[in-house]
């Protein structure tokens, strides 16, 4: 696992530089995120041309954390975990629950901890130590010096061998050309960055200048086996995955359902997971573009996702073909899901960061602005609040918001609350066989849900 004291640190860039590096020696790695983040995964991917795999213990469970890694691991040989904010930041600030410290302790990960060192010298010392000590398990086993002078790398690896015992295992100085942008929803996407393979083979080079690659194997051998894992963390591992297989073997003998999934530059986020299941289940991907494609393909069902739709809302009002037809779609009872992003598509209009509003599918009731703040972040659990066809009584669907937007209507067929219980509100638009809101669902975590959708 690649962690850090804190966000900013590194940590995705690093964890890419590793994963090139890795593939030039001939290794096939396999990558994973902890937490919910989308954007992260698509880096990851851009280098390793596979998707990498999010590790969310509020939505998937232990069970389901141990199943990803197991599932993405098939067929390579060198699993890299990239960390969520700071190693001990978890979903509450009373705690580590839900943080990379507990992914690495439940999956039996080694940690390396990626320092930025800037503006300091002495001062990592303590830090680095306080990291390698806090904790009822020591995971940390390696430290790399990000942003560090070469002149004082030597000695400060050194000291900070000296007083944890932990070995600094490479050192990477201030790389001015080698940085990512970030924008209201954390970085911005891999096919925004010019030449971002350059920069990846860059700091790929600089890394390999000084990483102690016999220890990174040290490291790594130390690493638990999956299945003892899953057996030691959690007896209902087995029973989790047995009833998911029964409602995957359910589906069998039926008529494959083709489910049209809007993926372009205004909707890119997905989970990995999510997308599986629709597969195990028996349904047939059809990828298509909002903002290049004339209309929906020949499918049964879709799915408009997150994104970025506030960023391209010119062209996907321009395309006046594709908002027909998913709007016909609509009014002929198609099974539609969408959320976030495609949520505010679904909308009667947009308007930008800049303050220009476009007209969208007109599907749903209500407009879209941004706010100069988070309107909802965070862990959610979504459940029935009047009666409707989706969800059902006994129904929790797990989810994360994280948007700056707002909808003049954002539904209220479905009660959202925090896990901790003490904030909720009322959220989803339904009409006809569309269900939408604001909501990033994880289907693995309600199979009845997912299952209604694909039956429908």
């Known amino acids: 696992m690649i962690c850090a004291p804190g966000s900013g640190s590194g940590k995705t860039l690093i964890t890419c530089a590793l994963i ?26 851009s280098v390793l041309g596979i998707p990498s795999r999010n590790l969310d213990l509020f939505m998937a469970g232990k069970e389901g954390v141990l199943h990803s890694l197991s599932k993405g691991f098939e067929g390579r040989d060198f699993g890299i975990i990239e960390g969520v904010m700071g190693f001990f930041d978890g979903s509450s600030p009373a705690g580590t629950e839900g943080s990379s410290y507990e992914i690495s302790c439940i999956t039996d990960t080694p940690a390396i901890l990626v320092v930025n060192t800037k503006g300091m010298s002495s001062s990592i010392i303590p830090l680095v130590k306080g990291f390698c000590e806090y904790g009822e398990k020591k995971r940390i086993k390696g430290i790399i010096l990000n942003n560090i002078s070469p002149s004082i790398a030597g000695d400060i690896s050194n000291r900070i061998f000296e007083e944890t015992g932990i070995p600094v295992i490479a050192s990477l100085p201030v790389m001015r050309d080698a940085g990512l942008q970030s924008r209201h929803l954390g970085l911005v996407l891999p ?13 790929a080079d600089e890394l390999d200048k000084t990483l102690d690659f016999t220890k990174l194997i040290e490291i790594a051998d130390k690493a638990g086996h999956l299945e003892k894992s899953a057996q030691d ?13 029964e409602h995957v073997q359910g589906n069998e003998g039926q008529k494959t359902v083709r489910i049209g999934i809007a993926r372009d530059e205004a909707f890119c986020f997905y989970y990995e997971d999510n997308l599986e299941l629709l597969q195990e289940l028996g349904a047939q991907i059809v990828f298509f573009s909002p903002i290049h494609d004339e209309k929906i393909p020949e499918v049964d069902r879709l799915i408009l996702g997150g994104g970025y739709p506030e960023l391209y809302a010119k062209e996907l009002s321009q395309n006046l073909t594709m908002l027909r037809s998913i709007r016909d779609a609509a009014e002929k009872g198609m099974p ?18 800049e303050g220009e509003e476009y007209r969208m599918a007109k599907v749903l009731k209500g407009r879209a602005q941004m706010r100069d703040k988070l309107s909802h972040f965070g862990y959610v659990n979504v459940t029935k609040n009047t009666e409707n066809k989706f969800i059902g009584d006994s129904e929790v669907i797990k989810g994360h918001e994280f948007h700056y937007y707002e909808a003049t209507d954002e539904g209220d067929i479905c009660l959202i609350s925090k896990p901790s219980g003490k904030r909720s509100w009322r959220g989803y638009q339904a009409y006809k066989n569309v269900f939408a809101g604001f909501a990033h669902l994880y289907y693995p975590s309600s199979l009845p849900f997912i299952k209604r959708f694909i039956d429908a």
């Open 233 to 245: 963390q959690t007896d209902g591992y087995k029973k989790e995955w047995t009833v998911r297989e």
């Open 20 to 45: 090139r590096l890795l593939m030039r020696k001939g290794y096939s790695p396999a990558s994973f995120k902890c937490g919910p983040d989308y954007i992260d995964p698509m880096f990851h991917k």
């Open 336 to 353: 539609i899901l969408a959320e976030c992003g495609g949520f505010l598509y679904l909308l009667e209009s947009l308007t930008t960061p």
């Open 191 to 203: 096919n925004e960055v010019p030449e971002l393979l350059k920069i990846i083979d860059m700091v």
